[in-house]
């Protein structure tokens, strides 16, 4: 017994059946997704918000490495703010697509980015998007922009929180979700965003970039993360192989 230990533990709001269908889903549209490009003609990416990038510049220089020591940085900083960063991880080819950086994080501007994702290839015949169930990913702008793809008069889609595919959030997922639209979503389980690729690579940008950088400015820290990107598109990105079949591991 070790009563001044604690460990964290969150009570799942789905049942495990639930839980399991989505994670199978999942993992099996990441398997599909090079046939699906190939084939077909579907983008399929996973994406997500990066928020509170902060643009970090330490107080003095950092002492470069020497045999036997590590670089050592500055402890001091002065903080100029922070982005956020919006982005797509290609599923079937590597890489990411179309991002977008800026102050806010707003249900119009996750529906401008995914707007802007959606031009950058007219060629395509699909877009899947792979995002977790945050309210700015299943929100009413974001059904006006799929409904206006697919011809849709805005008056068969109802009043928001009163009636029709506007009237809550469980209303507006199942329509964003139809996959017969030209562009669509796929929703991890609640409290699996972990499932989401695009949280590798924000992994890697936090550890090559932002952790060992020193930005002067907001301007800097944006001028930085799209020359990493640009970097890691051109000479790192390749798609991820995943192994994961949504069952538990075993030893």
């Given at each position: 017994m070790k009563p001044h230990k604690t460990q964290g533990w969150l009570n799942p709001r789905c049942s495990a059946e639930v839980v399991a269908q989505g994670?199978?889903?999942?993992?099996?549209?990441?398997?599909?997704?090079?046939?699906?490009?190939?084939?077909?003609?579907?983008?399929?990416?996973s994406t997500d918000e990066k928020t509170g990038m902060q643009a970090l510049e330490r107080n003095a220089p950092d002492k470069p490495l020497q045999v036997g020591q590590v670089r050592k940085q500055e402890y001091e900083y002065t903080r100029h703010g922070t982005l956020c960063l919006l982005a797509n991880w290609d599923i079937a080819q590597g890489g990411i697509v179309q991002p977008t950086l800026s102050d806010t994080r707003t249900e119009v501007d996750f529906k401008n980015h995914i707007e802007q994702t959606v031009l950058s290839d007219p060629s395509a015949k699909q877009w899947c998007f792979?995002?977790?169930q945050l309210n700015t990913h299943q929100s009413e702008s974001l059904v006006?922009?799929?409904?206006?793809?697919?011809?849709?008069?805005?008056?068969?889609?109802?009043?928001?929180?009163?009636s029709g595919v506007l009237r809550s959030m469980v209303s507006r997922q199942v329509f964003l979700r139809e996959a017969t639209h030209?562009?669509?979503?796929?929703?991890?389980?609640?409290?699996?965003?972990?499932?989401?690729?695009?949280?590798?690579?924000?992994?890697?940008?936090s550890r090559k970039l932002l952790r060992r950088g020193n930005f002067c400015s907001k301007a800097d820290l944006q001028r930085q993360v799209?020359?990493?990107?640009?970097?890691?598109?051109?000479?790192?990105?390749?798609?991820?192989?995943?192994?994961?079949?949504?069952?538990?591991c075993t030893q």
């Open positions: 994670v199978g889903a999942l993992c099996q549209l990441y398997q599909q997704a090079p046939q699906r490009w190939q084939q077909e003609g579907i983008r399929t990416v792979v995002v977790d006006r922009y799929v409904a206006d793809l697919e011809g849709i008069s805005p008056g068969k889609l109802g009043i928001k929180g009163q030209r562009v669509y979503f796929v929703y991890t389980p609640k409290h699996c965003s972990w499932l989401n690729q695009i949280e590798i690579w924000f992994g890697i940008l799209e020359e990493f990107i640009t970097y890691f598109n051109t000479v790192l990105a390749k798609p991820f192989k995943w192994t994961y079949n949504g069952k538990p």
